[in-house]
């Protein structure tokens, strides 16, 4: 199964500012996925990232509150933008498929203070 | 669409005793179903998958699951659990035709008492 790098790992950030999210897979992929786990809650999808095209949001999710980037088949960048407190979450990007399973990033821990 | 629950927020075992997490989903088509487990201040991490064939399914560090048509089930074991099991489980399902979007559960934080 594919092995996702995601950075940074972690941050606390100022509310009102931007932070970019990375996640570099050791392979080709044809979508990529991002997830917010609020704290102590479950994964909700973000949106679904096909490289060549806008991004699909889920409902609740908006691309200028979180734009995404696909510019080829291994790399992806989730920005929260203008962040307030209640942005605080783990967000995660994953890849795969039904056959392989879904590989998960290690997630980026993030706090708006 | 498909929904996936998790009845039990919390479990608490004694280590080297038995646990079953249960999952339960709903779906107008047939799905796939996973189980995730995230470690303190990990990612999630796959345990096991059904996708078809035989309804028991084996995963890594030693868990297994079954899946259970008729009571739209697919629960969680582990015949005696460590203290690294120490985990939040989250169970998973995914329709079996196109959109490939997995929807989770709620989650079960698994705790080992020694």
């Known amino acids: 199964s594919a092995v996702i790098s995601q950075k940074p790992s972690r941050d606390i950030c100022q509310r009102g500012t931007s932070l970019t999210i990375q996640c570099q897979v050791d392979?080709?992929?044809?979508?990529m996925f991002w997830y917010r786990q609020q704290p102590g809650q479950s994964l909700t999808l973000i949106a679904t990232a096909n490289q060549g095209s806008e991004a699909t949001y889920e409902s609740g999710f908006v691309i200028d509150k979180f734009p995404i980037s696909r510019p080829n088949l291994t790399f992806s960048t989730l920005t929260v933008s203008n962040m307030s407190p209640e942005d605080s979450s783990i967000y995660l990007c994953s890849v795969g498929s039904t056959g392989a399973g879904y590989t998960f990033g290690s997630g980026t821990r993030l706090t708006v203070v | 669409a498909q929904s996936v629950t998790q009845l039990d927020s919390q479990v608490p075992v004694f280590e080297e005793a038995p646990v079953e997490l249960r999952c339960n989903y709903s779906s107008s088509v047939s799905v796939y179903l996973f189980w995730y487990v995230q470690y303190p201040n990990q990612g999630l991490q796959l345990l096991l998958k059904y996708l078809s064939g035989s309804t028991l399914v084996k995963g890594i560090n030693g868990f297994e699951a079954e899946f259970n048509k008729s009571q739209t089930s697919f629960h969680l074991r582990k015949p005696s659990v460590h203290i690294s099991d120490t985990a939040e489980y989250f169970c998973a399902a995914l329709p079996n035709f196109g959109n490939e979007k997995l929807t989770f559960g709620t989650g079960t934080r698994l705790t080992i008492i020694p």
């Open positions: 392979s080709q992929v044809t979508m």
